[in-house]
């Protein structure tokens, strides 16, 4: 890995990127520091909300302080999420994605609409949550339609800018321009969150054993994050040989079949069931919010049996994550279409008859290695909290989805930065033989 970026440094075209990438990045993170016009700051940071805390960090926004990038890339996200479960249901949708490059330009048009239509939405819905709150009213503005519109439309913007910048990282810079804008809303929080520890050590609250022992199984969770997310199954598959002949009819010579496979990822859904498990369970705490004054009865109840951390809690959590995960894998991963896709190419698998037999077979697979990456990421959910309790360590929010997208971003990113640099190994090599070639 160090090696490959030292040899990036030394492309002049790769550092071009790099910098690139980070510029784009720094005003993005320049911008959730600066407030939405007519926010007080003090009062919102001092009333935030556990659902504010968790969607900053699905989006790489500042919810907290509802700066003008506060939202992020979650609409983005979402408007993606829906366009793609929608392409395996509407046909024109499904048409579209199999037309190559131009299909998937209308793809991405149509998600950059829905992500401004669904952006809207959710910037009035955090703009009336904002200034039900008077306190939350910044001096010399006033409640009322105005400072709302003003609030909606900056957020709007921020959203429309945000989806700009990373579509230029993705295109000019250096990896996924979505992905590194989350992975930099997450690394931002930890030099405070590291601030915060060490003050807890300087005053006695923690002892070293404690620290080392959090340090130590930090290392070992992102170990296994890494073996997991490159985690795959290798089906075989075989294609038919080709007979070739002469025009005239003649016999010909047979060539030999390619042999390949077909990789099921262990890990196919990613974060995504995660995310959509601490979304449904946030519902609870703003209902037990809700009915603290007006029920005590149901407000006590959610308290005990479904609190933050609490037994029940937990195992709902671990529910979630396994349906949400089986519900993903089974949108993504289509066996019925796999197989047609083999069957008209000429591959088989070696040992299973073609169409309904290998549908089945892949069928089986994929829901196998969908358990266990359900049991992996329901793992991710509950070492965190384990790790806290044991060593006290509570300044420092270690989350496993947080460290589940640094580990893939930062695969992918590596990724595709060897791939840049073979690419040009190649050209290198390519224009040499064409110069010696003209000498």
Known sequence: MLRAFRDAFRIPDLQRKIVFTLLLLAVYRLGNVIPTPGVNVASLSQNSNPLLGLIGMISGGNLSQFSIFALGVLPYITASIVIQLLTTTLPALEKLSK?????????NQYT?????????VQATVFSLFVSSNPANIAVGWTPGLFTLLVMVLTQVAGIAFTMWI?????????GNGISLIITAGIIARYPTEIGATATLFRQGNLSVLSILAFVAITILVIVAIVYVYQAERRVPVQYARARGGTPQGGSGRNYSGQ???????????????????????????LLQQATAKRTPGVSAF??????????????LE???????TFLYNSVQFDPKRIAEQL?????????????????????????????WGALFLALLVIIPQLIQRWTGVTTFQFSGTGLLIIVGVALETLKQLE????VRRYDGFISKGRIRGRL
């Open 302 to 315: 959610i308290q005990q049996y479904l609190a933050a951390g609490g037994v029940w809690y937990t195992a």
């Open 343 to 371: 069957r008209e190419a000429g591959g088989f698998i070696p040992g299973v008859r073609p169409g309904t037999p290998t549908a089945g077979f892949l069928g089986t697979i994929s829901t196998r290695i969908s358990l």
């Open 259 to 285: 042999a390949t496979y077909l990789p099921i990822k262990l890990n196919q859904a990613g974060v995504i069931p995660v995310i959509f498990a601490s979304a449904m369970l946030i519902l609870p705490n």
């Open 318 to 324: 671990v529910v979630l994550i396994i349906g949400f």
């Open 166 to 174: 990373g579509e230029r990282i993705t295109e000019v810079g250096l």
């Open 112 to 120: 950059r609409y829905a992500a401004i239509a669904l952006g809207t």
């Open 419 to 422: 791939a840049q640099l073979t």
């Open 99 to 107: 037309e190559g490059e131009e299909g998937r330009k209308k793809i």
